[in-house]
């Protein structure tokens, strides 16, 4: 379980940074004074250029392969939820890199999400610790648990 963290967390910051310099580069080409097919393929062509939107798409392509390979092998009940520290990652890269302001209640929201992924993280060693101890645990055609 811990190398999934490992490689969870690395996946997590390229997330980050992918999303930073996404609203960069988003906020470099602006918005369209109108909104017609010309304006919408202008605005497609500018962000395939964009350095900053391409190094943000980079980043985002890694975490998605890293998530792929952690999806693979790991339970998605796990995993999937473990990503929202990703939203904890991103608002400080924001507060930091960006120097967006993030409010008391944002933090507050954050801290929330770092309660629920260690809530995840705990209940995971403890499915760990009972496996060890009285072997796998198999769901029944019922769907209620049974220890093998």
Do not use: H
């Amino acid at each position: 379980m811990f190398k999934y963290v490992v490689i969870l967390l690395i996946g997590l910051i390229f997330e980050a940074v992918g999303v930073v310099y996404l609203s960069r580069g988003l906020k470099q080409i602006g918005e369209p004074a109108v909104m017609n097919a010309a304006a919408v393929w202008g605005l497609i062509r500018n962000g395939a250029i964009n350095p900053n939107v391409l190094f943000g798409v980079l980043c985002e392509a890694i975490f998605f392969g890293t998530l792929l390979f952690l999806l693979s092998r790991g339970d998605v009940s796990f995993i999937w939820p473990l990503t929202s520290l990703g939203l904890v990652l991103t608002t400080i890269a924001a507060r930091f890199i960006l120097k967006e302001e993030v409010s008391y209640v944002r933090w507050m929201g954050v801290f929330l999400i770092v309660v629920g992924s260690g809530l995840i993280t705990w209940s995971e060693k403890t499915k760990e610790r009972k496996q060890r101890e009285g072997g796998e645990v198999a769901v029944a055609d019922g769907g209620e648990a049974t220890q093998r």
